[in-house]
Nanobody, 116 residues
Framework: QVQPVESGGGLVQAGGSLRLSCATSGNTLSINTIAWFRQAPGKQQRELVAHITRNNITNYKSSVKGRFTVSRDNAKNTVYLQLNSLKPDDTAVYYC?????????WGQGTQVTVSS
């Protein structure tokens, strides 16, 4: 079992920045990938924003490339998502999820609201 807990969301003006954190606990050695998803208001599905593997390979949704950066601090069992040049379309609940290759473990989400 892995327990991800997100923090760092908030209200920011367009063009601003936020840093989200995902602290993991439990069987963290089993994790091979941690991903950030988001669910925009009124949307049914969550979309993949970025992920980072155990070997620090990263990947991003095209619309956030160059603006968002995912990184990890293994000593703290924490993954970060730096959000820069935020746009109103980035408004969503951001979820952190960790997988051991078989099961996805989800956090409770953190709200990011970008005002125009």
């Amino acid at each position: 079992q892995v327990q991800p807990v997100e923090s760092g969301g908030g209200l920011v003006q367009a063009g601003g920045s936020l840093r989200l954190s995902c602290a993991t606990s439990g069987n963290t050695l089993s994790i091979n990938t941690i991903a950030w998803f988001r669910q925009a208001p009124g949307k049914q599905q969550r979309e993949l924003v970025a992920h980072i593997t155990r070997n620090n390979i990263t990947n991003y949704k095209s619309s956030v490339k160059g603006r968002f950066t995912v990184s990890r601090d293994n000593a703290k069992n924490t993954v970060y998502l730096q959000l820069n040049s935020l746009k109103p379309d980035d408004t969503a609940v951001y979820y952190c999820a960790a997988t051991d290759g078989e099961t996805w473990y989800w956090g409770q989400g953190t709200q990011v609201t970008v005002s125009s």
